[in-house]
């Protein structure tokens, strides 16, 4: 969808942790990316119930980060 954009956003670095939440395990999936987008890098962080929606909204967190 961003390359459809033609926002090239390549993902350098990919990462996610399940993150407990008062003593529950796996209660929310963090993903951490580290973006290009012309020569210029960004990291960004989400958090979300299931890691697809984790890691959508840090690419769009890194996308927003680097498109300004």
């Not at 670095?13 to 960004?42: M, P, W, Y």
Request: hydrophobic share 45%; net charge negative.
């Amino acid at each position: 969808m961003l390359y459809d954009a033609g926002f090239h956003i390549e993902i350098l670095n990919f990462h996610q942790q399940t993150v407990s939440e008062n003593g529950i395990h796996a209660a929310k999936i963090a993903t951490f990316v580290l973006c290009e987008f012309d020569g210029r890098r960004a990291w960004s962080m989400a958090m979300d119930g299931d890691g697809t929606s984790s890691s959508i909204r840090a690419v769009i967190g890194a996308a927003n980060m680097l498109h300004g």
